[in-house]
């Protein structure tokens, strides 16, 4: 079954350190992955997707098909970064997305 | 352009009763999704729309259907509700499929009591 799993629910760090929001999947097609962002009072928006392989707002994530993951890195959080996180996947000819639960990010001063 | 608009924001119904949800995707914009947000669950799909079919379902009882406009727009309705359909029912609009960049309206919450 498809499935995305974000490990962590709740994930603090400090401003200046490095940050890794870990997400896994179970496909066995070829996935499309993507990371989802909701900060406070605002509505669910795209971050970045793996075929784009952009960096946005300093955050990447790359697509590791042996470890069926799709981390999301910033090598130097900062205190606008604190938000929730969904790591989705896409599947069944793109008609669906499958969301992870989330991970809220906070970034402490 | 616009974004997309959800309406009502809030509603408030009792258990037996059916609701129906409305989405105004964005301009152009062919495909519509629709999940449901939960503390417990997160966002569960739904259901998708792209040009009036429905081209997948989600895991949800037949009491949830929804249905898709010759303008794109799109209704869900949830019948004979319980208090389990309490939540935030998110639509999601993107030019063709759902793997397109998805933009998200504010949602529909609502409180089943």
């Known amino acids: 079954a498809q499935r995305v799993t974000q490990p962590e629910k709740l994930l603090s760090v400090f401003k200046g350190a490095p940050v890794e929001l870990k997400c896994n999947y179970s496909y066995s097609g070829s996935p499309e992955l993507f990371w989802y962002v909701q900060y406070s009072r605002q509505r669910l928006q795209l971050l970045l997707r793996?075929?784009s392989r952009e960096s946005i707002k300093g955050f990447t994530a790359d697509l590791n098909k042996g470890e069926t993951s799709f981390h999301l890195k910033k090598p130097f959080a900062q205190e606008e970064d604190s938000a929730m996180y969904y790591c989705a996947l896409g599947w069944a000819s793109g008609s669906r997305l499958t969301f992870g639960e989330g991970t809220q990010l906070t970034v402490n001063p | 352009k616009a974004g997309v608009t959800q309406t009502p924001r809030y509603l408030i119904k009792t258990r037996g009763q059916q609701v129906t949800l409305s989405c105004s995707p964005i301009s152009g914009h062919r495909s519509v999704s629709w999940y449901q947000q939960t503390p417990g669950q997160g966002l569960q799909f739904l259901f998708e729309y792209f040009s009036e079919t429905q081209r997948n379902k989600g895991n949800f009882p037949g009491r949830f259907s929804g249905r898709q406009f010759s303008n794109s727009r799109s209704e869900m309705n949830v019948s004979t509700l319980e208090l389990g359909d309490s939540a935030l029912y998110l639509c999601a609009s993107s030019e063709r499929t759902a793997t397109d960049t998805q933009y998200f309206g504010p949602g529909t919450r609502l409180t089943v009591l």
């Open positions: 793996h075929i």
